[in-house]
Each structure stands twice: as structure tokens, then as C-alpha cells.
């Protein structure tokens, strides 16, 4: 039987149960001869269970900035929440609630130190910790005191249970950890920078952001198209270690305190001589090294911003394993690639969003304005009966229902879109001190999205940011569709009121900031930090070095084995003699059975290459597009990367000397 047979709308996941809806209702009907707003805050709440107490919207200043949260904006929000309450109130469906599990003392941390990659470093497997040693041998200063941190709660909370296995001493660990990065500084740049040049950094940052070069009241008269000064964002220098050093700085101690909301700053990345790095860019086994890297980067930001990051864990739940809506994504994407094999996206969800832009994004009211909910309720039906067979009628589904669609889709699916792992650490996104913190944290977390979710994330912002290029006319700016959005993707049955202690109005605000920051800097966080990329090169330079020892242990044992080493060595050395100084050897083994020598200059780009190889007059070539061939990095100090058009050789070249370099085409 259908889910949606018996339900003549949708869930409302964040909505009370009866009991607490009654005590809302009553108290939002005493405000209402007061307040319109108060009649709002007390009948919905972001996830809290009780919500007798009725919460006053803050006093904002009213500013005509677009980029502006003020109470007319937050309308928008208000009125989001009210549509979905209206089209699930005579919903019967027994939805299952994800009960987010409260975890046992040190049991977050032993969970944390699993995630990263460093599990062991406890347990049975501690005499085996040389990876991470390796591992640990590449953090910088503050990522080493993050997860020395986890360690020792970890060590007493052991200690305390009296487990049978080893419980290692924190400072023994460290003190190898401390051993293994002077033999390593000794021979490459050490991952943390120097003080002169981190207090130069903490300078720059005070001196780029616009609160310390604008007034309150002079940001408060922009409005949302006025060009606003251009502040950089520093990838080369850990953000945390930027965070500490402008916390330890005289001119951060004078700045504390929140920034103004009133205009987002036009962030942007400094070109990268050796190129920007987008996911996607690296290989499976180096993002494994991204990811946990970049879960005890965001840690260690957070411990110095004051911010808990604490990651939930969802008990799982008996969910749906065919159909469209209530459908986990992997489950979706499983039964999509049988019929699209490759697809990254919900075949569904791609189409919903191509309907509404087959009526043209002018639309008035564009994703603000509901469908009808009957009419939504039966498109659903239809839709989880004829989808999949092709039979569904497209021409019947009208813009806005098709938007409704969309957002239900989301609503819908059993975990959030930003998981219930790191949902509350994307909300929690709002309390830190600075916008540039803000921004740092988000890039940090959404390395962390498993990738279905990421996907799925990056082709919604798109979208939504396509909808606010025609503001014009739909007069949806960037503060309206963040309003409408905030709703769908933070909004969780799964957390309550012991994950989020704020009032309704500081949450929903937050929420929606959050939100605008994910529409209006998604390139900037799709973007892999280059200080993660060159801790994943010296990670991989260690392992090479350590399993290289271990070669020669075996070739003193075995004579063979000695001898086939000499014979390859010498093949190699006489390959590498057809290879001048300064020319490297370019290969497209898919597509070309010739290499091509490339005599590296100052000047030279990825780009350059890839058009002389486009200019072979071969007829497999020829039928290439641009778009479609990439110049790689294979090897030497990375698994392999997809070079960014704008990368200089050169740079590269000496950056890794040993890497090959190979022409093919994306995902090939």
C-alpha cells in the first residue's frame, strides 16, 4: 500500500504532538490580539517540545539592504512553516521518529577518534598505531591539541571501565607523535607556520574583514547589489590556526564580539599558482585522508571559537526500500543507476528541478507561493505509481506544485540532506564570532557530507541560486529563498529540545543565515583547503618513505628480490635519460597511443597543454570537447587530482617532481 494513500498532505517533522499543539495553540491565540509575530513564534518551533513560553521576536534595525535579516524578511519564514502545517493536517500516517541516541561519557569522543582515523590509538590494536603516527606526524599545532584532547577523555573513561586491553598513556603517544615531525620537519616544510607569519596572517584578516573597515550604521544603508569590498580567504594556513593566532593577537582581544548581520561580504579565493582543488578533484583514497582531516580541523576550530561540536547518532529506523518519497538516498540511487548507470543525483529530484525550469524561473512568488495540497497529494501518488514505468503525465504538473514537490522531497527523506551526524554542527554554524569563521566551518563541514548528500546538496544550491538570478522578476532575493529553504533542510522530527537550547526566533534567524551563506558561497565550499591537500601529500611522501624501509628490510632477507629491484631501477634510469631537464612527458594512454614532451616555462598552464593535445589532428581527438578532457596529476605525492585550468606547471612540477601527467577525460 502507498504511504501517501491514507495522507492527503505532507509531514510536518518540526510540529508538536497534540498534546504540547494545544498549549501552543492556546497561547498563540491569547498573542494574537498583541502580536502577529508572537502568534507565529508560539504555535511553531524549531524542534523544541515544549513551547509554552512565548518568545519575542529581537528588535532588528529595519535597513532597505536585500542582504538583510529583519523582522519583514523573517515573514517569509513564518509563512513556510505555516504552508506545511496547512497541507499535513489531515495526515494520518504513522511517520517513525529517529531518535537521536545521547551518548555515554567518552563514548562521543572513542566515536570521534573512529571517525578520523585514529581508533588505534586505543583498544586491541594499539601496539599497531604506526599509521597514525605517520598520521599524527602531519597536523598542525592546533589539530594536535584537538585530538590530544579526545585522547585523553578516551584514556580515563577506559581507565574507569577497567577495559582488558592496553590503555595507552596520552604522552607517550605524543611524545612520538612530537619525535616523528622534527625527522619530518628536517626534511620538508613543517604543516604549522611560523609566528611571524601567522601573526601577519591574524593582521590581514583584521584588516580584510568589513566590520573593521566599515561602521554599523555605514553597513546598514547598502543595499544588496552595491559592490562591497572583496575580503580573501586564506586556504594555504590552517583556519584554526588562523582562529588562534588572531585570538592571541592585541587587535582580536579589542574586536571580540558578533558581527553585524546586515550585509555579507563578497568573499573570494586568491588564485593558486598551483591550483584550486574542487571535490571531486582527488582520488577515493586520498579524499578518505580529506575527510579526517578535516574533521579534526573543524574540531579543533570549534574548541578555540568556544563552539561543542558534538555529532549526533541516529538509531536506525525500519525505512522505505522502493519509491520515490520517504526513500533514504542511497536506497534511491541504487535503484536509479539499473536504469541510469552513473547517475550521482535522485533521478527524481533532477527532474522536479528541470519542471519548474521549463516555466521559466520569472514565476512571481517562485517557491514562496505553495501548491495546492490536494493536488500535491494526488501528484505524489501518481508519481510513486508511474514514475519509475514512464507513464507520468509532466505536461499536468503546474510550477508551484511542482516546487511543492521538490521541497517535500526533502522534507521526506528519513535522515536530512546534512545528516543527522553534523546537522546540529550546521546549525550551530551561527554562533561563531565572525562571518570568515562561519565560512571556514561551512567549507569544513560540507567535506564531511557523505557524498550522495553532497551531490544532492550542490545540485539544490545551484538551483536555488538560478531562482535568485531572475529576483528581478520573481522577487525572490537571496533573503527569500534562504527563508523559504531554512525550513525544509533544518527542520528534523529526530532532535529536540536537549540538542537545541536557543529560542525559536534566534534558531529560525540562524538557520536561514546559515542558509543564505550556503547559496551565496557554494563555490567558495565545494573547494578543498590547499593546507588539507598538502597534509594529504606529506601523508602520502611518509607512507612512501616508511614503506620503503620496509623494502630494503625485505632485500637484505631476500637476494632475489634485491637483485629485480637493481634491474628496475636501471630501466628506469635509462627511460628517465629520454627526458630532459625541464620537459615532462605528457600520456593519454585512453586516448592517444604517442606521449607528448611539454618544455615547462614560467608561463605555462594545464590549459595550454590540454589545447595542444586538442590540436592533434587524430580523428578520437577531434571528436572531443574542451569541456570534456582534463590535464592529471598522477602519483609522486597524491593518488591523483584533476588540474584546475588555471594551474601553473611550473609550480606544480616542483611540487611534485615524481608525479606522471595524463590526459583523459573526467570520471573516464
Not at 110 to 118: T, Y
Not at 371 to 378: D, E, L, T
Not at 418 to 441: G, S
Not at 460 to 469: A, G, H, P, T, Y
Amino acid at each position: 500500500m502507498n504511504w501517501l494513500s491514507a495522507s492527503p498532505g505532507v509531514v510536518l517533522t518540526a510540529y508538536h504532538p497534540s498534546g504540547n499543539n494545544a498549549v501552543a495553540g492556546s497561547n498563540a491565540k491569547e498573542s494574537k490580539e498583541t502580536s502577529p509575530s508572537s502568534r507565529r513564534s508560539g504555535q511553531y518551533t524549531m524542534n523544541h517540545e515544549n513551547s509554552k513560553k512565548s518568545t519575542e521576536r529581537p528588535q532588528f534595525d529595519r535597513s532597505s539592504s536585500q542582504d538583510s535579516l529583519d523582522e519583514l524578511s523573517m515573514d517569509d519564514y513564518w509563512k513556510e512553516l505555516e504552508n506545511i502545517h496547512e497541507t499535513s493536517e489531515n495526515n494520518h500516517r504513522e511517520q517513525e521518529v529517529v531518535v537521536v541516541k545521547e551518548p555515554d561519557e567518552g563514548e562521543l569522543e572513542e566515536e570521534w577518534l573512529k571517525e578520523a582515523g585514529l581508533s588505534n590509538l586505543f583498544g586491541e590494536s594499539t601496539g599497531d598505531s604506526l599509521d597514525s603516527m605517520v598520521f599524527l606526524s602531519t597536523l598542525t599545532r592546533t589539530q594536535t591539541a584537538a585530538v590530544q584532547k579526545r585522547v585523553e577523555t578516551v584514556s580515563q573513561t577506559l581507565r574507569k571501565k577497567n577495559k582488558p586491553y592496553q590503555v595507552p598513556d596520552v604522552r607517550d603517544i605524543f611524545r612520538q607523535q612530537s619525535d616523528s615531525k622534527e625527522k619530518v620537519s628536517g626534511e620538508s616544510e613543517p604543516s604549522s607556520v611560523t609566528a611571524r607569519e601567522n601573526k601577519n596572517e591574524a593582521q590581514d584578516e583584521v584588516k580584510d574583514d568589513p566590520e573593521f573597515s566599515l561602521g554599523i550604521s555605514e553597513k546598514t544603508s547598502l543595499l544588496e547589489d552595491v559592490p562591497v569590498s572583496e575580503t580573501d580567504i586564506n586556504l594555504e594556513i590552517s583556519f584554526a590556526e588562523q582562529a588562534a593566532n588572531l585570538k592571541d593577537s592585541s587587535i582580536g582581544k579589542m574586536c571580540k564580539g558578533k558581527e553585524d548581520d546586515t550585509l555579507l561580504p563578497n568573499f573570494r579565493l586568491p588564485k593558486d599558482k598551483t591550483g584550486t582543488t574542487k571535490i571531486g578533484d582527488l582520488a577515493p583514497q586520498d579524499m578518505k585522508k580529506v575527510y579526517s582531516l578535516a574533521l579534526i580541523e573543524l574540531t579543533a576550530l570549534y574548541d578555540l571559537l568556544g563552539t561543542e561540536l558534538k555529532q549526533q547518532k541516529a538509531i536506525k529506523i525500519k525505512t522505505k526500500d522502493s519509491g520515490l518519497f520517504g526513500v533514504p538516498l542511497s536506497v534511491l540511487l541504487e535503484q536509479d543507476q539499473k536504469k541510469v548507470p552513473g547517475t550521482r543525483i535522485p533521478l527524481i529530484f533532477h527532474k522536479l528541478i528541470s519542471q519548474i525550469e521549463e516555466a521559466k524561473l520569472d514565476t512571481e512568488g517562485l517557491l514562496r507561493i505553495p501548491g495546492v495540497a490536494a493536488r500535491v497529494k494526488s501528484l505524489c501518488q501518481e508519481l510513486e505509481a508511474k514514475f519509475y514505468e514512464g507513464t507520468f503525465n509532466w505536461e499536468s504538473v503546474k510550477q508551484h506544485d511542482a516546487a511543492s514537490l521538490l521541497k517535500l522531497f526533502i522534507r521526506e527523506l528519513p535522515q536530512p540532506l546534512l545528516t543527522v551526524e553534523y546537522l546540529k554542527a550546521f546549525q550551530d554554524v551561527q554562533n561563531l564570532p565572525t562571518k570568515k569563521h562561519q565560512l571556514q566551518a561551512l567549507n569544513l563541514l560540507v567535506l564531511l557530507l557523505p557524498e550522495a548528500n553532497r551531490d544532492t546538496l550542490k545540485i539544490l544550491l545551484e538551483f536555488l541560486q538560478r531562482v535568485i538570478d531572475h529576483r528581478d522578476k520573481n522577487k525572490m532575493t537571496l533573503n527569500n529563498v534562504a527563508m523559504v529553504m531554512a525550513p525544509n533542510l533544518f527542520t528534523f522530527h529526530g532532535l529536540g529540545s536537549k540538542t537545541i537550547e536557543q529560542s525559536e526566533f534566534v534558531m529560525a534567524a540562524g538557520t536561514a543565515n546559515v542558509m543564505r551563506f550556503m547559496i551565496k558561497y557554494q563555490k567558495l565550499l565545494w573547494t578543498i583547503p590547499k593546507f588539507i591537500v598538502n597534509q594529504v601529500r606529506k601523508q602520502n611522501t611518509a607512507s612512501q618513505k616508511k614503506e620503503k624501509k620496509d623494502k630494503a628490510m625485505k632485500k637484505l632477507l631476500k637476494k632475489m628480490a634485491y637483485d629485480k629491484e637493481k634491474h628496475e631501477k636501471q630501466d628506469k634510469s635509462s627511460s628517465d635519460a629520454d627526458v630532459p631537464q625541464g620537459v615532462i612527458r605528457v600520456q593519454a594512454p585512453h586516448l592517444l597511443k604517442v606521449s607528448m614532451a611539454i618544455q615547462l616555462t614560467e608561463e605555462l598552464k594545464a590549459s595550454d597543454i590540454v589545447a595542444r593535445f586538442l590540436s592533434q589532428k587524430s580523428g578520437v581527438v577531434q571528436a572531443l570537447k574542451k569541456e570534456e578532457v582534463f590535464l592529471y596529476e598522477i602519483g609522486g605525492n597524491i593518488g591523483e587530482r584533476c588540474l584546475d585550468n588555471d594551474t601553473y606547471m611550473k609550480d606544480l612540477y616542483q611540487l611534485n617532481p615524481n608525479a606522471e601527467w595524463v590526459i583523459k577525460c573526467k570520471h573516464s
